[in-house]
T-cell receptor, first 112, second 112 residues
Framework: QQQVKQSPQSLIVQKGGISIINCAYE??????FPWYQQFPGKGPALLIA?????SEKKEGRFTISFNKSAKQFSLHIMDSQPGDSATYFC???????????FGQGTELSVKP | NAGVTQTPKFQVLKTGQSMTLQCAQD?????MYWYRQDPGMGLRLIYY???????DKGEVPNGYNVSRLNKREFSLRLESAAPSQTSVYFC???????????FGPGTRLTVL
């Protein structure tokens, strides 16, 4: 199975709160897990990424938590800001096929 | 350094018309990709090219053709457009070791 399942589809968070987006996969051949951020009218841009040999990666307010045994990973946005309002995509790199499989996307809205 | 550029930005076609979406990158990347983005569906891979002279089908190739003209350029052709091809199309490029994909600004296509 080459699917990546992402939830929730949409998320509303108050300014200063924590935003959490979850993804799950089945194929153990995936070996690189990036998150992309997309603002309206723009192309997606890499936000943060993790490889399965670590359980957590933090860059500023953004943290990826990775659970290899459960085949799940999540994005945490601490101290969420209105400027974080965007669509977020998780993805998994399928090394054997040389392609990236995307989740369905989460539309995040951070209210002032 | 413009990154990934796409033309046109917007296009309206009638059913049965043909058109070519252009993509160019100036990052000397070997791999290039075409995706379509539809609400609730995430980004779905149409075709990709791992290197100059090679192309492979992605998840949703039907109704499309591609040409890897040279290392910089990768075009997507709709021979006979259908309303189901109404979407936003993104081109991307990448290179090892990170395999980070860099996206263009997208082409919004409407087929009437």
């Amino acid at each position: 199975q080459q699917q990546v399942k992402q939830s929730p589809q949409s998320l509303i968070v108050q300014k200063g709160g924590i935003s959490i987006i979850n993804c799950a996969y089945e194929n153990t051949a995936f070996d690189y897990f990036p998150w992309y951020q997309q603002f309206p009218g723009k192309g997606p841009a890499l936000l943060i990424a993790i490889r399965p040999d670590v359980s957590e990666k933090k860059e500023g307010r953004f943290t990826i938590s990775f659970n290899k045994s459960a085949k799940q990973f999540s994005l945490h946005i601490m101290d969420s800001q209105p400027g974080d309002s965007a669509t977020y995509f998780c993805a998994a790199w399928y090394n054997q096929g040389g392609k990236l499989i995307f989740g369905q996307g989460t539309e995040l809205s951070v209210k002032p | 350094n413009a990154g990934v550029t796409q033309t046109p930005k917007f296009q309206v076609l009638k059913t049965g018309q043909s058109m070519t979406l252009q993509c160019a990158q100036d990052m000397n990347h070997n791999s290039m990709y075409w995706y379509r983005q539809d609400p609730g569906m995430g980004l779905r891979l149409i075709y990709y090219s791992a290197s100059e002279g090679t192309t492979d089908k992605g998840e949703v190739p039907n109704g499309y053709n591609v040409s890897r003209l040279n290392k910089r350029e990768f075009s997507l052709r709709l021979e006979s457009a259908a309303p189901s091809q109404t979407s936003v199309y993104f081109c991307a490029s990448s290179a090892p070791p990170t395999d980070t994909q860099y996206f263009g600004p997208g082409t919004r296509l409407t087929v009437l």
